[in-house]
């Protein structure tokens, strides 16, 4: 039995969900309201210093941060990680380019719009968030106008971190109209046995 504390509007803490509910793994859910600062208690932040959600602990005890180090973890000897060592280090490219170029342009617009309403202070922060991720999504569009998945040809965890923030980019402004290739893709992610919709 795994326990995850996590915010079912965040997409960092969607994918742990998703995951977990694909492999089957039994899971309590913590809920932790992210705005009400209780990530900031003492009690969180012995759990994890930093801070953040999703956290995972197992039934060691053992405390894990990071979105996509629990994804490899939770995944580690499934089908959602490849045994090619190549493919797998090109999984491992998408699921750093989603935390370091794709996340905090995409997650952060829709932050601004539908946690915060958008507050006058933060458009031009939003307006360089849009922008960026669009270009992000860009790369994304290119990669999927030749390829079915982002790895291996075939579903992996590399998609299920992308997917997370990319479906709901218009809670963010972002509009996806002018992504075919991703929209093809995320239906194939959505076919995909056992998905789970976000719960927020």
């Known amino acids: 039995m795994y326990t995850v504390y996590g915010d079912r509007k965040s997409g960092n803490c969607y994918k742990v969900e998703l995951v977990l509910h694909q492999l089957g793994l039994p899971y309590e859910w913590r809920a932790i309201d992210v705005l009400k600062k209780e990530t900031r208690t003492p009690e969180f932040l012995a759990l994890n210093p930093n801070g953040q959600v999703p956290l995972l602990v197992n039934a060691d005890g053992n405390a894990l941060p990071e979105s996509n180090a629990i994804l490899g973890y939770l995944a580690e000897g499934s089908g ?102 991703i929209h093809a893709w995320m239906e194939r992610v959505r076919r995909q046995p056992r998905h789970l919709p976000m719960q927020a």
């Open 80 to 181: 959602l990680v490849p045994a090619d060592r190549m493919a797998r280090a090109q999984m491992l490219r998408w699921m750093f380019f989603e935390q370091y170029t794709h996340e905090p342009n995409v997650a952060v617009a829709r932050f601004i719009v539908a946690y915060l309403g958008r507050p006058p202070e933060h458009e031009e922060t939003l307006r360089q968030k849009i922008e960026n991720g669009h270009k992000a999504l860009a790369v994304m569009e290119r990669h999927l106008e030749k390829h079915s998945f982002f790895a291996a040809e075939r579903y992996t965890i590399a998609d299920i971190a992308l997917y997370a923030y990319t479906h709901v980019a218009e809670q963010g402004l972002i509009e996806l109209a002018r992504y075919p290739a």
